[in-house]
């Protein structure tokens, strides 16, 4: 193992947007190696590692910059020092976030040992000297910021391949849409020889509110009001979510003007349907506390087979939530048209159900509402309030999706409850991995879906 690759190796672990925590690793090997030139004396370049776990590769971008001489500006960037000098995370490095500004700008293409990385240059006009700046909040990629105008999408976890957040972004541009930040450009390399998008530009709004900020802030004035019910508080957050249920239709509306629609026969509901299913059986093998609702969830999956013998299909936004969703002046923007992460590439961009992001929607007011129980245990009273403020915003981003489509999502109750249960069935898998605490938040969306008791905070 090379200097270079055992700093990797170490280094990789610790990062949020690693995807195999406490899983043995047998390889981590350097796959890719993109030199993107030099700046204030700092090599950049790009690496695509690929970390093998028992035969499942999984596959990272890596951008670094290399530096003959330590900087103590660059103490919070240093991954370690090998004998290709000090190594250091090269988009939290200035030079390495110019750089790549620049190839962009230019439409770089580097041709490096048969490797091809090609910067495209899609639209606007940047200056290429913006000041940088990490986003520190996201857990499956690494953003950068220039300036006030554009925001850089770097794909950490790579899927060889289109990524459909780029895909769906220049497909909502065609057609014009006013719920998407515009893609200025975008990044394209090989990835296991097949060309992958490694990152994507779009304007950066930067006076924008993200809706989960904003609904637990709604969540907040409520529980301050002790005798006050959710109408009633100024902070009232129900006509924003009516606003986002049109702008999420309209959005369904433009994908299925650009990209391919389809409608499931009984055949392919009922693959579906076995999905679910078997995506149930597996969390109930691992999650104990689900074994009460099996029965119930397994019953409204099949009900779903009654209830429908033909289900229209297009694009969606695949993981749409409040952290999803951006509030300017204009109005809502979506982003991240990624799908949900840890699902595989030929999964986030099948042809489904809009129902699925309708019932991504209302497990996120869910989430608002009952996120902050946990700072007020066993107040039975805020828990019936959380779940007052959930239901009246569940209801007013329905109303505003019907007004837009002409469909009430609620029409199709077997369907929407089988998708909002597969939602939380994810949900509670993942809280199990990574948040134990927030558990109780899927488990009671699950015992007001089944009608069961309510699940204590």
Not at 94 to 106: E, F, H, K
Not at 112 to 123: I, L, W, Y
Request: glycine letters at 8%.
């Amino acid at each position: 193992m090379s200097a270079l690759i055992a700093l990797i190796d170490e280094w990789l672990p610790a990062q949020r947007w690693y995807a195999g925590k406490g899983r043995p690793v047998d390889e981590v090997a350097i796959e890719t190696r993109i030199d993107l030139g030099s700046l204030d004396d700092a090599a950049v370049v790009d690496l695509v590692v690929a970390v093998d776990h028992g035969g499942d590769i999984i596959r990272y971008q890596v951008p670094l910059t290399l530096r003959k001489e330590p900087s103590d500006a660059l103490t919070f960037a240093l991954i370690g020092e090998c004998d290709e000098g000090f190594v250091h995370d090269g988009l939290a490095d200035p030079a390495g976030a110019r750089t790549w500004l620049a190839a962009m700008l230019d439409g770089h293409a580097d041709v490096t040992q048969r490797t091809v990385a090609q910067f495209h240059h899609d639209s606007g006009t940047l200056a290429p000297d913006l000041p940088s700046r990490v986003v520190g909040a996201e857990q499956s990629n690494t953003s950068v910021i220039y300036g006030e105008d554009a925001i850089l999408k770097v794909f950490r976890r790579l899927a060889p391949g289109l990524n459909p957040d780029l895909e769906v972004t220049q497909a909502l541009a065609k057609v014009g849409s006013p719920h998407v930040p515009a893609a200025l450009g975008h990044i394209t390399g090989p990835v296991a020889d097949i060309d992958t998008t490694l990152a994507l530009m779009q304007r950066f709004l930067p006076h924008a509110t993200d809706g989960w900020k904003l609904a637990t802030t709604s969540v907040r004035d409520l529980f301050a009001e002790a005798d006050l019910h959710a109408d009633e508080v100024g902070g009232d957050f129900a006509s924003e979510a009516e606003r986002i249920g049109r702008a999420t239709a309209e959005v369904h509306d433009a994908l299925a003007q650009v990209l391919p629609t389809d409608v499931d026969g009984p055949e392919q509901i009922d693959a579906t349907v076995q999905m679910m299913h078997r995506r149930l059986d597996d969390a109930l093998a691992e999650v104990a506390e689900l074994a009460p609702f099996g029965d119930a969830l397994h019953a409204a999956y099949d009900a779903v087979l009654a209830a429908a013998s033909k289900v229209p299909v297009q694009r969606i936004h695949g993981d749409l939530h409040l952290g999803q969703l951006l509030r300017v002046d204009s109005g809502w923007n979506l982003v991240d048209f990624e799908g949900e992460p840890a699902r595989p590439l030929t999964d986030r961009v099948r042809l489904m159900t809009p129902l699925r992001d309708v019932a991504g929607m209302l497990r996120s007011f869910d989430y608002a509402a009952r996120s902050l129980l946990a700072d007020h245990q066993g107040e039975r009273s805020l828990a019936f309030r959380a779940d007052e403020w959930a239901d009246r915003n569940r209801d007013a981003f329905c109303a505003g999706y019907a007004a837009s489509s002409g469909t009430d999502p609620r029409d199709s109750a077997a369907l929407l409850n089988a998708c909002e249960i597969d939602k939380a069935v994810y949900e509670v898998l993942y809280e199990v991995r990574h948040r134990p605490s927030w558990i109780s938040i899927p488990l009671a969306g699950l015992a007001r879906i089944t009608g069961r008791e309510e699940i204590s905070m």
